[in-house]
Structures are given as structure tokens and as C-alpha cells.
């Protein structure tokens, strides 16, 4: 199986790939080193490995042509054995992670896969198993790029592996499911995003005192203005109390992807304070970037 290791957690332009037995692999998984002092010394020290081939070499999502191993972490208080009887059945090897401790269990389980999964249907695979089966593991190990710690103490304790006999996991099926679902999902979003756009649009090239109108229309109307958010490519944020904020849209004056404004109600200002101070009501804000 095809994988990939990293001298350090920065050392993402220096990827080593390895074609490795199940056998070897195992082994790599088995040997801990000692790494001692805090997390920031660990990054800088402990190597790292990945079941992603990569097709460039740096570690980026869109440079991986296929996962060869599922990696779970569970983070949350279960014991290496009780995580590997979730995956009763299948070959697996497990150990605990370098803040594992008896009353704070930390544990990594990496199960072989049949067949490699294509990078761009990994995300929507492993969202798919977390979701469907119930899986309290951690959820941000979902990019297909992601990296592990190699086995390592120097904190928490004791540590130990746990090896597995068994078949082969095999997520061909789950993952075109998820793949026809996630891309499904992307179509409906896009439709939405268009629908908006024209409806924005429409707002814009009103005249005259349909021009107010529309004006006062994203000035007030929370959905207008959720609607312009979708339009250009923001992100709207939940804030505290329930609070929406769409941030990171594109700036007319500076050409940053920084400005914002509240969805309730007030203008669209840049980030960039000092160097473009761009400020504007919502619709001179949708005249300047969508108009005609």
C-alpha cells in the first residue's frame, strides 16, 4: 500500500513515499520514540505519516490521488480496545497517542483498506462513516492530506499497540455513494447560489424609485442580504446570540477578500482599514461588484 511520511509537522514540501506491506506498516506503527517537552516541541520533532499517495510533492488536498488506510482518531475517553471492537471483524492496528493516559484514554486505529479511495471522494467518504455509524471520532481528520503522529511517549502514559486479523475494509460502494450524494448537494447549492444572484441582480438594475426601493430592500431585508452573501463567495459566520456575519467577500477597491457586513442590518466595510478604509452601503456595495 502506497503511503506517505514527513520528517515534522511543517515539513509539508518533503514528503517521502513508501510502498509498504500491511506487515511493515504495522511495525512502523509499533515503535515509539521519546519525544520529550511540550506539544510545540513535538511538532517540531515527531515525523509524521499518511495513508495519501500524493501526485506533487507537497501535502495538499488536491494532490492526492488515493487513501490506501481509514484513520480514526478517538480522542474522547475510549480505550484502544473498545475502539478496535468498533471494527470487530476487520485487520486493524491501534495505539495510543502521545497524551494518552489511563484516566484520559487517546488512541489511533488505521484499518487497510480493499482498494485505494480516490483524494477527491475521501472527504465526503469519512464525513458519510462519522455520520451513518455513529463514530465519536475526530471529525478534522477528514481532509484526505491528513498526517498522523508516528508513535511517540514523553507524555501521559503507559502506552501500548493493539494488532487485529481480519478482512480487508472495503468503501468502494460507500464512497461513490457519498461522492453521488456530496456532488448532488454541490448542484443544489450552486442552484440556490445562482437563484440568488439573479435575485440580487434583479435589485440592482432597478431605476429610479425602484433603484430605492431596492436599495432599502438590502438595506433592511435580512434576506437580501444572506442572498448577496451566497452571490459573491462569503462566508456567513454564526456569532454569538445567533448573530450572522458574512465575512471574506471580494473588495471592490482593493480587490481583498476581506470585507463583511452583518446580516441584520448595516454597511459592507474592508478589513483593511488603514490601507483601503472601503465602506459602503450593501446595495452601492452590489452595484460595485455584481452590477452592470
Not at 478482512?167 to 443544489?188: F, G, S, W
Request: hydrophobic share 40%.
Amino acid at each position: 500500500m502506497l503511503v506517505t511520511f514527513y520528517p515534522h509537522l511543517t515539513a509539508t514540501t518533503a514528503p517521502v513515499g513508501r510502498d509498504l506491506d500491511w506487515p511493515t506498516l504495522v511495525r512502523a506503527l509499533s515503535d515509539f520514540r521519546f519525544i520529550a517537552g511540550d506539544k510545540d516541541l513535538r511538532r517540531r520533532q515527531c515525523p509524521l505519516w499518511s495513508p495519501a499517495q500524493l501526485t506533487a510533492p507537497r501535502r495538499l488536498n488536491r494532490n492526492v490521488g488515493a487513501v490506501s488506510c481509514l484513520v480514526l482518531d478517538y480522542d474522547d475517553g475510549l480505550s484502544l480496545f473498545d475502539a478496535a471492537i468498533r471494527w470487530e471483524g476487520y485487520r486493524m492496528h491501534g495505539y495510543t497517542t502521545w497524551s494518552h493516559t489511563t484516566a484520559g484514554p487517546r488512541c489511533r486505529v488505521v484499518l487497510p483498506l480493499a482498494t485505494p479511495i480516490p483524494g477527491r471522494m475521501w472527504s465526503g467518504l469519512y464525513r458519510d462513516i462519522l455520520s451513518r455509524q455513529g463514530i465519536d471520532a475526530d471529525p478534522q481528520c477528514i481532509d484526505p492530506s491528513r498526517a498522523f503522529y508516528l508513535p511517540a511517549i514523553g507524555a501521559g502514559g503507559p502506552h501500548s499497540v493493539h494488532t487485529v486479523d481480519g478482512d480487508l475494509l472495503d468503501l468502494t460502494e460507500a464512497a461513490t455513494a457519498a461522492h453521488k450524494r456530496e456532488e448532488a448537494e454541490k448542484a443544489r447549492i450552486e442552484s440556490r447560489r445562482r437563484a440568488n444572484l439573479d435575485r440580487v441582480r434583479r435589485d440592482v438594475d432597478n431605476q429610479g424609485d425602484a433603484e430605492k426601493a431596492a436599495a432599502k430592500i438590502l438595506s433592511l431585508d435580512p434576506d437580501a442580504r444572506l442572498a448577496l452573501a451566497e452571490s459573491v463567495g462569503a462566508t456567513v459566520l454564526q456569532l454569538g446570540q445567533g448573530a450572522l456575519v458574512a465575512r471574506r467577500a471580494p473588495c471592490p477597491q482593493c480587490g481583498a477578500a476581506d470585507v463583511w457586513w452583518a446580516i441584520k442590518r448595516g454597511w459592507a466595510r474592508c478589513n483593511h482599514a488603514n490601507s483601503c478604509g472601503y465602506a459602503a452601503p450593501l446595495y452601492d456595495y452590489a452595484r460595485e461588484t455584481i452590477g452592470g
